[in-house]
Each structure stands twice: as structure tokens, then as C-alpha cells.
């Protein structure tokens, strides 16, 4: 039996400060993280429960108050929100609190670049005159230089990872006809990428495996890096990097609200076989197909457009969906992923209120009839870039957005709710509450733990490696009790 | 590209010297009506894009991440 989906997306934003010569990414990044959290730097991240490659890194005793991050300079903070935002690499990143449902992940992904955003005015004022940071939510420079968004699914520790691998694979090969955020050129050595004017990812010439457990160089379409954050006995996270960084609510809708009904799908073993002969040439071909007519040869000798697949598996999905596992929100998924698909049957160019890779073509194709620009003229390569902007008066997606045309799924009054308030379904209501509530009285937090410093001789651990406990209906009434951290700790112990 | 042959007929892949890559138009985008959007849209970005496209696109160069 299928278990619930929790879910978060991760986001790796590019940074840049036009005009600086002594520009550091690693720097400003944290910075514009630090300006923007303030006194929250103060609770550490605990690594206790990371994989052992990350707690090499720097695990320090608990009784030190000082966090490691900050010896280094570097940002690392937990949000009221129960969001993650840290410096990763080159980049901040924003990693959203866990989600149960794909309309609650989008309204956290999109709370996530209005922090981005108000970062960038905090930052602000620390910078000396005529300098400034830009942000994008994108995945590439356009240099060969690639960054990631990656998807993170609650998955049962039954399920064989060889049948992830086999059902998940084609799925993901196939979904970028809606789940792609548009890229002009191309940034592959593949034979026949290099004459590409424009292609559906970002992010799919940057893959050159089938599975595998890098993430830098060699990415592979299915990644086995295994820390579950959550009790390992049970659970698997399942850590998706293919994907592109949306900024169409309905893509990210449809990017994370099919992911997860073909997982729970692959739990109960419930998908035919409908491998690739080759996944990793599949996925760059479709990707360099705007028309999405490119055919991919299937094991069984079938060759198939990406579309074809998609149709299968929605037909499977709504199948699942009516029998084993009906409500309102599978039915929302549903009802998008039948009307994009049959959008991209009549014509894919018309999902320009829907999709990131319609939305930024029609913009470029507007500039190329209106100015004569080629693909590869710079302004057209600037347009690119800007669409994936964070500021709501620049970003290219935003001005449409705020003119009304592209399609929403909430409300502004939601996003900004979830810029401090934590989804209600998870334990990420437990971190977030705690973190506002008792802000001075917590020494550390992860994903799965929460380190109270009530003032006693210890310091007190409290797992969360339950991502379905700690929700609002679980501690609301617990939380609201506690004047006190401590009362809190002594009411979590009795 | 074994597999792609039958399709490049209709990919349309420009060298991108402006003009031959029309298939790529959007047949979408018919009636006075869309134009006219169109227009509005593209006023409005540019009023809105960074100056000098040139520099500022060769600029942007990214560490890799993840």
C-alpha cells in the first residue's frame, strides 16, 4: 500500500553583481542570507542525523552554542516557516519545508522567491553605492555551468529501488513537455545539439547517466543519494535532481502532483514496463523539440512521441486515482495534467499561460518578429536570463504574472502567509512554530530534530523523524499551551 | 541521432541568423486581438530589461552547484 507523499523542493538560485569586480558568490550569498534571517542566525543547523560524509564536515558537541556555519561565514538558517536557507556551493538556497500536497508545495516554492526577493532589498543597504546582487531561479548560465532545483518525495523502504528505477525513468524522460522552464541554445557535446536554437530544459543537457549517486558531473536521471531524514527503516527520500526550477505555478503543480501519483503508483507495483532503450539520448532529444513530436524507441521496439507516454501514464494515474485513491486534490492534478496534455496534442505553443517554456518562447518570438533578433543575439540570451529574475517590478515571468497572463493556482495573501507560516500537514508546523514561538530557547534544528536550550544543565534533542507527526492537528493544542520552551520540552516528555 | 532522423524535418534547428527558423512561429498567435497583447507585452519589457544586453548576458557566469 501506497503511503502518503510529503515532498519539498530544493532550489539552488544563480547570483550575480553586475558591475562588481570582486564579486564572490560564496560571500554575497551569504550575506544576502544573513541580511535577511537577522538574529535567527543564532540556531545552528544539527547535523546529528546527516549521512556520514556531511557530518565529517564539522559536527561539533551541542553544548557549543556558536554554529559551525558561522565560523565559516557562511549562512545556515531555519526559517519561521520551516524552511531551510543556506548557502550551498555558490549559490543560496532555499529549501522548502515538507508539503502533503502539491498545492501546498507550490504555495511554499513560491513563499521561497519572495524571501529570495527580500533578501535582495536587505542586502541592499549594506552594499556600498552603484553596487547590487542579482537573482535568478534558473538552472544555468547559459556556459555550461549548471545548478539545481531537485524534488524530494517520501517513499516506502520496501519499494525496490530497481523498480524506481524502471518505472520512474520513462516518466521523467517524458514529463519536461510541461515540466520544462525553456532554455535558448544549447549547452550539450551531443551530436545534434549544436545547431539547437531553443529547447524545452534547462536543465536535461546536463545529463549523461542513467542512475547514479553525483549530483556535479555526470548527473545521472535517477539520483541514489539516500539520506531519508526520517526514520531510515522505513522511509527512503528519494532525491530528484532532473528537474528545471519552474516559476509557472501550474508547471510546479504538475511537476510534483504527477511525480508523486506515479510514486505512489510504483509502490503498489501497479506500472506497466515501459522502459527506454536509451534514456539519456531520449531525454536530450525531446528537450531540443519544441514541435514535441520526437519519437523515442521503447524497449518493447515501440517508438513513441513523449507525449504518447504521458498519455499512458495519465491513463494509468486516473485508473489509480478512481479505484485505489480518490480526492479533491488527485483529481485537481488530474484535471491540469489532461489539459496540458491536450494542449500539447492540438498545439504545444499555445500553453503560454501554463507553461515556463511556452511562456519564455512567446516572449522571445515576439522579440524576434517585432526586432528581426536571431536566437543567438545577446538580447534574446538577456531575456532568457531575466525571465527567471526574483524581483516582482523586473522578472520577466513576474511582469507577466502581474498583468494577469499566466494561469495562478493561489493567491498572493497565500504566498505572503507562507513567507512565516509552515504548511499545517507535516512536522514542518512543529520546527516552524517552535521557531517563532521560542526563538531564543532553541540551540539547534534539522529536518528530523529540534535541540531545545531551556536554560537547564542539558540540552534537549526532540526527533522528528515522523514527517507526518508534529502537524497542526498533533501539537497546535500542546504548542498553544506552552508559555514556556521548558514546559513545551516537559509537556513533549510526559 | 539515428533515432531523430524522421523528425528533423519538422525541428526546424536555426543556425539563428534571424529569419529562416519561421517554424517555429506560434500558430497560436492569430487575430489583431493577440497582436495587440503581444505589443503591450513587449512594451512593457522593455521598459523593464537590463541595459546593454551584450555585457551583462557574457557576465553572468555561474559556479556549478549541487
New interface residues.
Given amino acids: 500500500m501506497a503511503i502518503p507523499k510529503v515532498m519539498g523542493i530544493e532550489t539552488e538560485f544563480g547570483i550575480s553583481g553586475p558591475g562588481m569586480a570582486d564579486f564572490n558568490p560564496v560571500l554575497s550569498s551569504s550575506m544576502l542570507i544573513n541580511s535577511y534571517a537577522g538574529t535567527l542566525r543564532k540556531i545552528r543547523w544539527d547535523y546529528e542525523q546527516e549521512s556520514p560524509l556531511r557530518d565529517a564536515r564539522g559536527f561539533e558537541p551541542v553544548q557549543e552554542r556558536q554554529p559551525v556555519e558561522e565560523d565559516l561565514g557562511l549562512a545556515n538558517v531555519i526559517l519561521p516557516n520551516g524552511a531551510r536557507y543556506y548557502v550551498d556551493h555558490a549559490h543560496p538556497e532555499y529549501s522548502t519545508p515538507e508539503c502533503a500536497t502539491p498545492r501546498s508545495l507550490v504555495v511554499h516554492d513560491k513563499a521561497g522567491e519572495r524571501i529570495l526577493e527580500r533578501s535582495l532589498e536587505a542586502v541592499q543597504v549594506m552594499l556600498p553605492p552603484g553596487q547590487r546582487l542579482s537573482i535568478y531561479k534558473n538552472n544555468t548560465d547559459g556556459k555550461g555551468n549548471s545548478y539545481g532545483t531537485h524534488e524530494n518525495y517520501l517513499v516506502d523502504r520496501k519499494t525496490p529501488f530497481s523498480r524506481i528505477v524502471r518505472d520512474l525513468t520513462p516518466f521523467f524522460v517524458t514529463r519536461q513537455i510541461f515540466t520544462g522552464a525553456g532554455k535558448v541554445g544549447a549547452e550539450s557535446s551531443r551530436e545534434g545539439g549544436k545547431s539547437v536554437s531553443y529547447q524545452l530544459s534547462q536543465r536535461t543537457d546536463f545529463f549523461e547517466a542513467e542512475v547514479g549517486l553525483e549530483t556535479t558531473l555526470k548527473r545521472p536521471i535517477i539520483n541514489t543519494r539516500d539520506e531519508p531524514h526520517a526514520d531510515p527503516e522505513k522511509y527512503r527520500r528519494l532525491h530528484c535532481i532532473v528537474g528545471d526550477a519552474n516559476l509557472c505555478e501550474v508547471a510546479t503543480f504538475l511537476k510534483v502532483g504527477t511525480t508523486a501519483l506515479i510514486l505512489k503508483m510504483i509502490e503498489d507495483e501497479l506500472l506497466p514496463d515501459l522502459s527506454l532503450e536509451h534514456p539519456v539520448q531520449a531525454l536530450h532529444e525531446i528537450s531540443w523539440d519544441v514541435s514535441c513530436r520526437q519519437t523515442v524507441r521503447l524497449r518493447d521496439g515501440r517508438r513513441v512521441r513523449a507525449l504518447e507516454l504521458q498519455w499512458e501514464y495519465f491513463d494509468q494515474v486516473k485508473k489509480f486515482v478512481k479505484e485505489v485513491d480518490d480526492s479533491p486534490e488527485n483529481a485537481e492534478v488530474l484535471e491540469w495534467w489532461e489539459r496540458v496534455l491536450t494542449g500539447i496534442e492540438e498545439d504545444p505553443l499555445s500553453l503560454y499561460r501554463e507553461l515556463d517554456w511556452v511562456a519564455k518562447h512567446r516572449l522571445l518570438e515576439g522579440y524576434r518578429q517585432r526586432d528581426g533578433l536571431a536566437w543567438r543575439d545577446p538580447k534574446m540570451r538577456l531575456i532568457d536570463l531575466q525571465y527567471h529574475d526574483v524581483r516582482r517590478d523586473r522578472g520577466l515571468y513576474h511582469r507577466l504574472a502581474a498583468t494577469g497572463k499566466v494561469e495562478r493556482l493561489t493567491t498572493d495573501e497565500e504566498i505572503s502567509a507562507a513567507i512565516m507560516a509552515p504548511p499545517e500537514e507535516t512536522r514542518a508546523y512543529f520546527r516552524g512554530r517552535c521557531i517563532t514561538r521560542f526563538p531564543g530557547s532553541i540551540a539547534a534544528a534539522s529536518w528530523d530534530s529540534i535541540i531545545f536550550d531551556t536554560g537547564r544543565e542539558a540540552l534537549q534533542r526532540v526527533p522528528t523523524r515522523e514527517p507526518l507527526r508534529g502537524s497542526k492537528e498533533h501539537v497546535e493544542e500542546l504548542l498553544e499551551a506552552s508559555e514556556t520552551a521548558a514546559e513545551l520540552v516537559d509537556a513533549l516528555q510526559r | ?1 539515428p ?2 532522423q ?2 528533423k524535418k ?10 529562416e ?1 519561421a ?7 492569430k487575430g489583431e486581438k493577440l497582436k495587440e ?3 503591450e ?2 512594451d ?2 522593455d521598459s ?3 541595459e546593454n ?2 555585457e ?11
Avoid at chain 2, 10 to 19: E, F, L, T
Avoid at chain 2, 23 to 29: F, H, L, R, Y
Fill in positions: 541521432m533515432q531523430g524522421e523528425q519538422v525541428q526546424k534547428k536555426g543556425g539563428g541568423d534571424g529569419g527558423d517554424g517555429q512561429v506560434t500558430s497560436s498567435e497583447e503581444m505589443d507585452i513587449l512593457e519589457i523593464v530589461l537590463e544586453a551584450e551583462f548576458v557574457k557576465s553572468y557566469v555561474q559556479k556549478g552547484g549541487e
